[in-house]
């Protein structure tokens, strides 16, 4: 837990960083709290595709088009690097698929879950294959994108109000914007926790 003078030096950068960044959008859907992994040196977060050919839509191309997705975060400044394991009990992350769209038109769901300091512990990715159930498949390059932008969430990255931004509400664009990764960066820089001040 951060101390009081911690606490408003990080605000303090985080006000300074301007619109560069996007991070007080996640203090607003957080309580406050800056969410993120534990600083792993040459470790990278271990994600886990839960393949399941008995559902409606599947084919190998969902789990080509989430890799697709999960590789545009790599090699960013943060360093934070995303690797496939087949071991899912040592998956940070679990990908799962769901056959068509999840409420509200929205292709996938991220839950990433958190202690109380604001370190993140594990994260499941819901992505759809199709718009309905007996719909055709989502294209490629859209299953792609919104791999992309779970995976964004996965990291801790909030919504950004930008539609230049991959972590626009509905991203528009197929990777990581430079605003993105100065979030990305700004949020790995800054210790997870508390920002409350009372």
Known sequence: MMDLEATL???RRILREG??????????????????WRDRTRQ???????????LPGWSSDAVVGALAGMSKWN?????????????????????????AVI??????????????DGTARRATIRLALQRTDSGPPL???????????EFG????????????????RTARIDGPSRRD???????????????RTR
């Open 181 to 195: 990764q100065a979030t990305l960066l700004l949020l790995y820089a800054v210790p997870p926790g508390t920002l």
């Open 44 to 54: 990278p977060l271990l994600v886990y595709f839960v393949v399941d050919t008995a």
């Open 153 to 168: 969430h996965a990291l801790g990255l909030p919504h950004s109000g930008s539609t230049r931004d991959l972590m626009y």
């Open 103 to 116: 409420a509200d038109s929205t292709y996938g769901v991220t839950d990433l879950n958190w202690d109380g």
């Open 19 to 36: 619109d560069r960044v996007y991070l007080d959008s996640l203090l607003a859907g957080t309580d406050s709290t800056l969410v993120r």
């Open 139 to 149: 294209p490629r390059e859209v299953r792609a994108r919104v791999a992309a932008h």
């Open 9 to 11: 030096a990080v605000r």
């Open 75 to 99: 090699g960013n400044a943060a360093r934070v690097e995303l690797d496939r394991t087949d071991d899912a009990a040592r998956a940070d992350i679990t990908v799962t698929f769901v056959s």
